[in-house]
């Protein structure tokens, strides 16, 4: 069982998410009286960042209110499958109007691996991190004492990642050096060499098939707290063929907008906040189209995904709430050593 927060429900979406960012997966929306009005989880929160909702929106308009109601007494297994017979996220125990358990799909999902290989892409240049990446390549650079792709090992081994194979380029002597097979991080890494630039996504193509399940690919120089058995679950329950992490990127026009119809203004918007979602560099991958990737040719993850979306393959954004860094300049680089302790 996942631990549960209450949570008034005269709260707004920025205070649930205040919350999330504490480390408390699971929100009970309760009235003045404590009584139970409905849930919030990983789920819920995801979702209402992708409908565009702003922080101000009450958590009325965020929560669930679960329809089956149990005594949360169920095996993992049979919890599980009573879920997936109901499409219920949550099975809950409620006794005189006020929440005292709760079973949830996300938690029971996250007691299994979900996610067994991954493969981060290593073997850039880091040329904007020059005179810094002269001698060291950047997934080596230090960041709170440890190198950037060491936190990201770590991550990996954290969530059940087994397998890990690093596409490489750029001084990859010294990465295979330091992380060797891998066991000293948890886990077995495999190296790949490229011979020449494939591209952020051509290096799949030397991967050993493995149809029946999901590839995280990851760029190897991307720190994020990602919360990866929430990703795996979304990417599971859509039966996805790719499933992209997003992260939302706000930009405040500094003038009032038209909307023109013709000549004719139909609106006029004082210094409207745009939003676009990005991409985090990260990706679910089911093995099925990876297999597709022919070997040793040059292919961007863009081409890919375009190349997906044209055939008719599902490919899904999963919006990202957790901290994300992109290390490609100077200034992220400081940033993310401001960030991150010694103890990460």
Known sequence: MSPITQINQAGTLADAKRVFDQGNPLLAVADDSGQFQGLIGDAELRRAMRAGLPMGASLRDVM???????????????ARKALDSSGEDYLVQVEEGRLVACQDRKGLFSAVSQVRRAILMVGGEGQRLRPLTEQTPKPLLPIGGR???????RQLAKYGVQEVSMALGYRAEQIESYFADGAEFGLKIQYLREEKPLGTAGAMGMLERAEDEPLL?????VMSELDLAAFALAHHRASNAVTVATRAYHHAVPYGVLQL??????????????????NAGIYLMQGEIVGRIPAKRYLDMTMLIQDLIASGDRVEAF???????????????RKANERWSEDK
């Open 147 to 153: 190198p950037i792709l060491e936190h990201i090992v």
């Open 319 to 333: 919006p990202m709430y957790e901290y994300w860094c992109d290390i490609g300049l100077p200034d992220d680089y």
């Open 64 to 78: 669930v209110q679960p329809a089956q109601v149990a005594a949360c007494e169920l095996a993992p297994d049979e």
């Open 261 to 278: 119809v013709g000549d004719r203004v139909a609106s006029l918007q004082e210094k409207p906040l745009a939003t676009w979602w990005t």
């Open 217 to 221: 690919v990851m760029n190897g120089d």
